[in-house]
């Protein structure tokens, strides 16, 4: 992935985008091949290369008994950051994330949307060079979607890197400089966005690739 890019990982249910960004990350060791963040490998030298990266995995696992102010304290403690700057980065995030008025309230009590926008933070809380998100529109709402694009345009203007997958063709083709199709854990078809779709839509593109099909005027007659 070229530094500086906004990367879409498309495929359909199954395909392995869960499984590839776990072990790109160091979540799940891989039988074969490696990752390198920044140069640094995941597995052989794992505590620098996480220094770099910030992950949402698949599921937001969370310390959920933990209010939002307290998970993100704990998550920059964990990270060896100095207090002044997690609590000075903490409640920026909150502000920004319109999680600000959640107070003391559990994070096991938040919607799915607001545990989704308070894991971005805790990925974004050491201000590393590579956000891997799996899934980050998944649950939320139009408003907070618009915030987190916003947010993540920015990351990737100031130099940042963001890999993220998605269902959602719209999102990717507003937002993706590149883009790569899996299908059955092999990458189908990579490039940069206009490259991949070649002048068509890029749902068109992606239900080719992954040998996708729509229903025949003789099929479901019955509806």
Not at 88 to 111: I, W
Request: hydrophobic share 45%.
């Amino acid at each position: 992935m070229p530094a500086g890019s906004f990367y879409g990982l498309l495929g359909p249910n199954g395909a392995g985008k869960t499984t590839t960004l776990s072990m790109a990350v160091g979540l799940l060791r891989p039988d074969a091949g490696g990752a390198w963040v920044l140069g640094h490998d995941v597995w052989a030298d794992p505590v620098s290369a996480k220094r770099r990266l910030g992950a949402l995995p698949d599921g937001v696992r969370l310390f959920d008994r933990l209010s939002g102010p307290e998970l993100l304290a704990y998550t920059g403690l964990l990270r060896g950051m100095d207090p002044a700057t997690v609590d000075q980065r903490a409640t920026e995030l909150l502000d920004v994330l319109a999680l600000g008025d959640a107070g003391r309230t559990l994070v096991v009590d938040y919607s799915a949307g607001m545990k989704k926008k308070i894991a971005l933070a805790c990925a974004l809380l050491h201000a590393p060079r590579l956000l891997v998100l799996d899934e980050p529109f998944e649950a939320v709402d139009p408003v907070s979607a618009a915030l987190i694009r916003d947010i993540l345009g920015r990351y990737v203007a100031g130099g940042g890197t963001v890999i993220f997958s998605s269902h959602v063709m719209e999102v990717v083709e507003r937002l993706c400089s590149h883009v790569a199709i899996l299908d059955q854990g092999v990458i189908k078809t990579v490039g940069t966005l206009a490259e991949v779709r070649g002048g068509r839509a890029l749902e068109e593109v992606f239900v080719e690739v992954v040998g996708g099909r729509t229903a025949t005027g003789d099929e479901l007659s019955w509806l």
